[in-house]
């Protein structure tokens, strides 16, 4: 059994990771156009979003682990003992170094069909299925917003004396939306500072924002001995959409990650839900193009049906709130049970929480809210 694996970014190459461990017998090739594997990222997660077999497997991937994390807010500064885990690029070249063989990088795939591949060259590659895995694209069909940031992992000159991280500090001004500085301390003089914002519009200023995360790492009393790395993401959050004319342009491929539309609607986070699908796909017993195509869509559909309510909430920060109240949100979210938080994060709100979540003294202007109740399924714009 042949397959070919377009894009070497997480969520193939936790299909890849999955499938060398129990299923030996798939032979798969990861085809990357970039030069390397896995671009370059830090993947963090909430240990409760994974079950404990996913986090055994998972572990080789993992840079960093801590006990709990914090928030601050204007009127809420509080920890919440939560296990929170980052995997990192640099970890996913590991764990993948001994398929090499297996992988071709500076290959960039120009046509997918179901059970080939057209290379930029011209050259003309079979198997019995091809899974596309090239990341997000932009489509008409997905209404999204953006959570954009750029992180810089700074070396400091004497330790900084966070040990855990800060995953969201919005007493920093607002502004574009939502804003808030995230830091992940990977060690007692290493840590990453991104200032992230929830915006309307997916235009980034680098270089400004960059000089954002210096300023803030000065204001902590942070002196900067060295940029060991920078990042700069623009993540799809959803609003609405038409999930099945969003398959309608898959032409018969299979897909993952981004391009499947698996990630969280409030966060773009996409992790939890690559590891849940290698999990599927390593326990299928055939993988012909048909059948992988049918399954990556079934679950693909079925976790956009049950992730409604994300919308419904993401709908509400988006068009209810105001831009520089939104943080408001955030902020009463922050201050519910640590419980509450991780099945949120996980994807698995039950109804008392998606209650206690709408229920109590409104942060949004009623009416607007209101309005947001009607699911924009059948509204499409052009992000
Ligand atoms: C900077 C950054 C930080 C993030 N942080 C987190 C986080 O903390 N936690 C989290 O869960 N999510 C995070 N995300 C969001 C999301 O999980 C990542 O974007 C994730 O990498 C998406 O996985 P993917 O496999 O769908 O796509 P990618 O990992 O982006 O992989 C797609 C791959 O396809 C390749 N490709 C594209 N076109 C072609 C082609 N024509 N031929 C061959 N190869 C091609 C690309 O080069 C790339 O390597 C982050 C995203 C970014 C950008």
Known sequence: MRLILVGGGLANSLIAHRL????????????????????????????????????????????????????????????????YRSASSERLRAVMAPHAARIRTGLAVRELRPDRVTLASGEEMRADAVIDGRGYRPSPHLRIAFQKFVGVELRTAAPHGQAEPVIMDATVPQRDGFRFVYTLPFAPDRVLVEDTYYSDDRALDPGALRGETLDYARRRGWRVAEVLREEVGVLPIALGGDIAAFWADAGGV??????????????????????????????????????????????????????????????????????????????????????????????????????????????VPVLRALRCLRDSSNLVTAP
């Open 254 to 363: 299979a897909r993952s990650g981004l391009r499947a539309a698996l990630f969280h609607p409030t966060t773009g986070y996409s992790l939890p839900d690559a590891v849940r699908l290698a999990d599927r796909i390593a326990a299928l017993g055939e993988l012909s193009a048909a059948r992988l195509h049918a399954e990556t869509r079934a679950h693909s559909v079925a976790c956009w049906k049950a992730a409604g309510f994300y919308r419904l909430l993401d709908r509400m920060l988006f068009r209810a709130a105001e831009p520089d109240g939104r943080y408001r949100l955030l902020q009463r979210f922050y201050g519910l049970s640590p419980d509450l938080v991780s099945r949120f994060y996980a994807g698995h709100s039950t109804l008392y929480d998606k209650a206690r979540l709408l229920s109590g003294r409104p942060p």
């Open 20 to 83: 060398a461990a129990l299923r030996p017998d798939v032979d798969w090739t990861i085809l990357e156009a970039g030069e390397t594997l896995g671009g370059n990222h830090t993947w963090s997660f909430h240990a409760g979003d994974l079950t404990a077999a996913q986090q055994g497997w998972m572990e080789p991937f993992v840079a960093a682990s801590w006990p709990g994390y914090a928030v601050a807010f204007p009127r809420l500064q509080r920890r919440l003992p939560l296990g």
